[in-house]
């Protein structure tokens, strides 16, 4: 790199390169990372992709294209209601969040009906979509709304 050798402008390089060393020794994350309901959400999103990766190649534009793009939305969601939003706004994403999933639990059974997972794999999607969706209702709950 070339340190600019005019006035200011070479404060401000030194600047950015103090600045550039800082960023790499400290660890940084979005406050959204932490969320477990973030995380599981994520975790969810990339077993379905798995499970529709297994449908039959008539599906790739139907089904298998929806339950990934709803397991999908549900960290979208979750992490764009938590950035630079007020506390209501925050709630409402989480509330597209909730409905994705409820999407994805309506494609789980479309997938069970067509044979396209089995009864074992439909109850443990089910149950971890449970799980997520009444953990993410405890959440919204406790987001108080004035803020």
């Known amino acids: 790199m070339e340190v ?5 402008m ?4 030194l600047y950015l390169k103090s600045f550039n060393s800082q960023i ?3 660890s940084m994350s979005f406050n959204f990372e932490k969320l477990i309901i973030w995380q599981k959400a994520m975790s969810l999103g990339e077993e379905i992709n798995q499970i529709a990766a297994s449908f039959p190649k ?12 709803s397991a999908d939305s549900i960290a979208l969601n979750i992490s764009e209601g938590s950035i630079l939003q ?12 909730i409905r994705s999933l409820a999407e994805v639990v309506t494609c789980l059974y479309k997938a069970k009906f067509r044979n396209y997972i089995s009864e074992s794999d439909f109850k443990r999607k089910y149950s971890d979509s449970f799980n997520l969706m009444n953990m993410m209702i405890a959440f919204r709950a406790n987001i108080n709304d004035k803020n």
């Open 86 to 97: 007020s506390n209501l706004e925050f709630r409402r994403f989480l509330g597209y969040s």
């Open 58 to 69: 008539k599906e790739n534009f139907n089904l298998s294209s929806q339950i990934r793009r």
């Open 24 to 26: 790499k020794t400290r």
């Open 4 to 8: 600019w050798k005019y006035g200011s």
């Open 10 to 13: 070479e404060k401000y390089y």
